[in-house]
């Protein structure tokens, strides 16, 4: 008969062999395929930046846990590694070093550790620090190499527009959607990457099957990924078939910018995002009509990490009102 004491703790009581450190290493697993295939169309510059913008994170979250807090560092569960590669995803391949630095502090320093690092923070960090970069570098963050054309070289000389600022220069000058897609690449091209753009965001099916690994290894949930895709799907939809020649087709706004990668990898962001199937669902709708609206009526061509970023802060309201009913509770009224 045993005699050891009795241990009462507080819940939860079930444990998991799910952690931090093993989501991480999935999210960068996930990422791997379109990293190589930012690194077959842009080069050397696609690893530079890469690689910059994952040591000034994790640089950061070291030296301000380690010698401003003084507290241990936790850079060895790999969040900051992912966030590091969320940012340069985020980022055109000739964005200068510096450049990718100050947008690693902004998202590590003031995005995350300002609010008490992992799990505290109210806003994606990656999309934080991309925002910042966008308002205070918007030239440099908008000169968009060319696919395959700079490979090798130290310097990306080549640059040309993304199809989705062609688009809205183009529409915006009176010219019909239907001759502006005969000069953009196709609809195949769009979805296996042959354009310009961010690093992480060029080949919508390399996402796809990132994020078809994490549904299988149980990082995010189906609800947020396909209400922000569909529902930018129909919104954009809508608006085609008021006026096809002014508007540009529902196909186009999904392969094009940041939708499956915001979708898949940053709306979905599990201290950002709601807790609830509901939540989930109303987030994620709200983010798809966000980008459309941007994109259509606002000043930028893109408008995923402005529409991520303002629904993150709607986060704690819908958890609240789709949070479960307690069980035993009676309704009134």
Same mark, same amino acid.
């Given at each position: ?116 690092g992992i799990g505290n923070n109210p806003f994606n960090p990656a999309l934080v620090g991309r925002v910042f970069m966008l308002i205070s570098f918007p030239v440099a963050m908008t000169s968009w190499p060319v696919p395959l054309a700079n490979r090798g070289q130290m310097i990306d000389a080549v640059t040309a527009a ?51 690994? *994490? ?9 947020? +990924? $396909?209400?922000? @895709?569909?529902?930018?799907? !129909? &919104?954009? /939809?809508? *608006? ?9 087709? +529902? $196909?186009?706004? @999904?392969?094009?910018?940041? !939708? &499956?990668? /915001? ?71």
């Amino acid at each position: 008969m045993s005699h050891g004491k009795l241990i009462v703790s507080l819940s939860p009581h079930v444990s998991s062999p799910d952690h931090v450190r093993r989501i991480m290493l999935d999210v960068v697993l996930a990422l791997l395929p379109a990293a190589l295939w930012s690194v077959y169309l842009f080069g050397f510059q696609a690893v530079r930046v890469i690689f910059v913008s994952v040591a000034a994170c994790v640089i950061c979250e070291y030296c301000i846990q380690r010698f401003l807090l003084k507290v241990p560092s936790s850079v060895d569960d790999g969040a900051a590694v992912v966030t590091g590669l969320l940012l340069a995803f985020n980022l055109p391949s000739n964005i200068p070093n510096w450049m990718i630095v100050v947008g690693g502090f902004v998202a590590i320093a003031i995005a995350k550790m300002t609010f008490g690092g992992i799990g505290n923070n109210p806003f994606n960090p990656a999309l934080v620090g991309r925002v910042f970069m966008l308002i205070s570098f918007p030239v440099a963050m908008t000169s968009w190499p060319v696919p395959l054309a700079n490979r090798g070289q130290m310097i990306d000389a080549v640059t040309a527009a993304t199809p989705l600022s062609i688009a809205k220069e183009g529409l915006k000058n009176g010219i019909a959607s239907d001759q502006l897609m005969a000069s953009l690449p196709n609809y195949w091209d769009l979805l296996i990457g042959q354009r310009g753009g961010c690093l992480g965001e060029v080949s919508v099916l390399l996402l796809s099957l990132g994020g078809l690994y *994490l549904l299988y290894r149980k990082v995010i949930q189906l609800e947020i +990924p $396909l209400a922000v @895709i569909s529902s930018v799907f !129909i &919104f954009s /939809g809508i *608006l085609w078939m008021v006026n096809p020649q002014t508007n540009m087709s +529902p $196909l186009f706004h @999904i392969l094009t910018g940041g !939708i &499956f990668l /915001g979708a898949i990898f940053m709306a979905t962001d599990m201290v950002t995002s709601p807790m609830t199937p509901a939540g989930m669902i109303i987030f994620g709708i709200a983010i798809g009509i966000l980008t459309v609206v941007i994109r259509v009526f606002g000043a930028y061509p893109e408008g995923m990490s402005f529409a991520i970023l303002i629904m993150n802060a709607f986060v704690p309201l819908i958890d609240r009102f789709t949070k479960p009913q307690k069980y035993g509770k009676l309704k009134h009224g």
